[in-house]
């Protein structure tokens, strides 16, 4: 097992690598000027080449890269361009907000998909297939932000059950400082129990519209490895032989979740930055949002940062999963590189 | 769509040993099971209904839109009614208008997107994995690497940075799905690649480039085909996913989710419609184009579709 974590790893470092490498050059390929965004278009050229050299763009790639690195080894993102503040710190404000809405999202979603796959897997009526079928392919083929944007209008203007769609906690409100910034956890911590509640509320619309549509390909994939499982010569075998319901339905279980792993970890991967869609609906600052305003801004460093964390943790789960897979299926642990 | 690879078989004289993939090849018996799902399934009847409309407002929307597309009014914010069907945006826009025009632009870039992820996809799969050795080594890893990348954000970066334009837009969401299409076609050539007929095309001294494109090419298609609908959804949902948060089409261009955000505001406040019937024509026609696909899959996989 050690053996197989160290073989992921020598492939998952060199691949974050080059993803930080990549987006350092690509920013700087593109054709954008950063230092006229920020100088103003009035500048002049005295004040222009003060903003690059501050900037630090003045240098050659290869040394821009260098500090770069020599920084992010220490864990140093930079400072912001357009806030001046250290990149670490914004992010470390803002990820944890995507985390509880992708980890709520993904959390419900599995809970409420995998029983409902399997059962209707191990019970197939024309009926049931149907109805899976066309919810799986309907809600796996939805536009989130237009959802959530539907749930708004419905919980909150016409029943005014929930909170209107704007951020985390009610405006002029503030959250607890520290010590973990993710507030579902910190107001727990400092006690306030109303801010709790509050934080849960403002969750709940952004949560349910990644729970709607991540329900679909996930009871899919659930659905299609139960069957696949189900007709499988050892489950037949297993039958024959005489073992009870209980062992076989683990068995099922159990080598079912194969797909369904791969596809959570790749599905994770994405909402990761699709989540700036359900972030700008219901004005949630996640990294996502993050992103797409420090692109705005032409903010190099904060979108380096921005990057390079989404895909740090985004490999992480690639290597939970894999592990799970190991786990879950011995022959894995053996065979694959 | 799928007619060329199927009107012509080739290489059938070096029969596969596979008798249901051979008969896949085989073109009547392929229509006879569209002919066969369309009959038995209602859900694949209502899917092919909602491409071909979508594709008919692809070609004929812009010119049959009551009122002009770009053309602000000052009657803003109107509800439905006889004159406005679907009622007025923000801007004074007649949204049933709109709602018609912007097929052209979503389905083309996502059509667009999808033939050039689609051709680039299969050549540098079949090519990398065909011949041994280090390329398609080299590929795969890359791929991973690419993988890898929020590409979400990668999509947003790119396009906001290098200009907001069609092009641009086509561009990054072919880019996304490239992946795709080379690992489904990696998958089919590996395993192609040893089947007899290769190597008795290879016999009868046909050269390594001729063997791939003519016998092997030909029996790598259909799962790539049956993805072409998915994509398409999906492409649509990028590519009003990126015009909704403003780094994609930019508006008074007509696009389905610039639509929905120039709608976003009011919906909070009552003023429902000018968001919400761009949003029904993207759920319909993905879901469209994702049904076809599905079915599409079972039929070339020879299966039952119901």
Redesign the interface.
């Given at each position: 097992m050690t053996l197989f974590l160290l073989r992921r790893l020598a492939f998952i470092l060199p691949?974050?690598f080059?993803?930080i490498v990549?987006?350092f050059v690509?920013?700087r390929a593109?054709?954008?000027d950063p230092v006229s965004k920020i100088a103003g278009s009035f500048a002049t050229p005295e004040t222009t080449a003060q903003v690059e050299a501050s900037l630090g763009l003045d240098r050659s790639l290869g040394a821009q890269l260098q500090s770069y690195l020599g920084g992010l080894v220490q864990g140093d993102l930079g400072e912001s361009w357009t806030t001046n503040e250290p990149v670490t710190s914004e992010i470390a404000k803002r990820f944890p907000v995507t985390i509880q809405l992708i980890g709520l999202g993904f959390g419900i979603a599995v809970l409420l998909a995998i029983p409902l796959g399997r059962s209707s897997a191990a019970n197939p009526t024309?009926r049931r297939?149907?109805i899976t079928?066309?919810y799986a392919?309907?809600a796996?083929?939805?536009?989130d932000?237009?959802?959530g944007?539907?749930f708004?209008?419905v919980f909150?203007?016409k029943l005014g059950w929930l909170p209107?769609?704007l951020g985390i906690l009610n405006t002029g409100v503030s959250g607890p400082s520290g010590p973990t910034n993710f507030i579902l956890i910190d107001t727990l911590v400092h006690g306030e129990f109303d801010l709790f509640l509050s934080a849960l509320k403002h969750f709940v619309l952004p949560v349910m519209t990644m729970t709607f549509v991540l329900t679909g390909p996930i009871l899919k994939i659930m659905r299609q490895a139960a069957l696949d499982v189900h007709e499988s010569e050892y489950v037949l075998y297993a039958n024959a032989a005489g073992f009870s319901g209980k062992v076989t339905k683990k068995m099922i279980t159990r080598n079912s979740f194969a797909p369904v792993l791969t596809v959570i970890g790749i599905l994770f991967?994405?909402s990761?930055?699709?989540a700036?869609?359900i972030e700008?609906?219901f004005s949630l600052n996640g990294i996502?949002r993050y992103?797409?305003q420090s692109?705005?801004n032409?903010d190099f460093p904060a979108?380096q940062g921005?990057?390079i964390v989404?895909?740090a943790f985004?490999?992480l789960i690639y290597l939970t999963m894999d592990t799970a897979y190991a786990l879950l299926d011995p022959r894995v642990r053996y065979s694959r590189v | 769509m799928s007619a060329g690879a199927h009107s012509d078989p080739p290489a059938l004289e070096h029969a596969p040993a596979d008798a249901a993939f051979e008969e896949a090849l085989r073109p009547a018996s392929f229509s006879a099971h569209v002919r066969e799902t369309l009959r038995s399934s209602w859900?694949f009847r209502l899917g092919l209904g909602i491409v071909l409309i979508a594709l008919f407002l692809t070609v004929f929307g812009p010119y049959i839109t009551p009122h002009e597309v770009e053309k602000a009014t000052s009657d803003a914010n109107l509800a439905p009614s006889l004159s406005h069907w679907f009622g007025t945006d923000p801007n004074g826009f007649d949204v049933f208008s709109r709602v018609l025009a912007s097929a052209r632009i979503d389905v083309t870039i996502a059509l667009a997107a999808t033939l050039f992820s689609f051709v680039i996809g299969t050549f540098i799969g079949l090519l990398t994995s065909y011949f041994r050795g280090w390329p398609g080594e080299f590929v795969m890893r890359t791929t991973?690497?690419v993988?890898?990348?929020?590409?979400?954000?990668?999509a947003?970066?790119?396009v906001?940075?290098?200009?907001r334009s069609l092009r641009n837009v086509i561009l990054v969401v072919a880019l996304l799905n490239i992946p795709i299409y080379l690992r489904l076609c990696r998958s089919q050539v590996l395993t192609i690649r040893e089947r007899v007929f290769v190597e008795a095309a290879k016999a009868n001294g046909g050269s390594g480039l001729f063997v791939a494109f003519r016998h092997v090419l030909p029996n790598t298609l259909s799962p790539g085909l049956a993805q072409i609908p998915i994509t398409v959804?999906f492409a649509i949902?990028v590519t009003?996913?990126l015009s909704?948060?403003?780094?994609g089409v930019q508006p008074p261009t007509p696009e389905w989710?610039a639509m929905?955000a120039a709608g976003?505001d009011g919906?909070?406040?009552?003023k429902?419609w000018s968001?919400?019937f761009p949003?029904v024509a993207?759920?319909l026609t993905?879901?469209g184009?994702?049904?076809v696909g599905?079915a599409l899959r079972a039929i070339f996989l020879r299966q039952e579709w119901?």
């Open positions: 691949q974050l080059v993803v990549g987006t690509l920013l593109l054709d954008v024309r297939e149907k079928t066309v392919l309907f796996g083929a939805q536009p932000f237009w959802w944007l539907i708004a209008f909150f203007f209107a769609p991967g994405f990761l930055g699709g700036v869609l700008t609906v996502g992103a797409l692109t705005l032409v979108i921005a990057v989404m895909t985004s490999l | 859900l991973d690497t993988q890898a990348f929020p590409l979400f954000v990668l947003i970066i790119v906001v940075m290098s200009g959804g949902l009003a996913g909704f948060i403003g780094a989710g929905i976003a919906i909070v406040i009552g429902w968001s919400v949003g993207i759920s993905v879901f184009f994702a049904v599905e119901k």
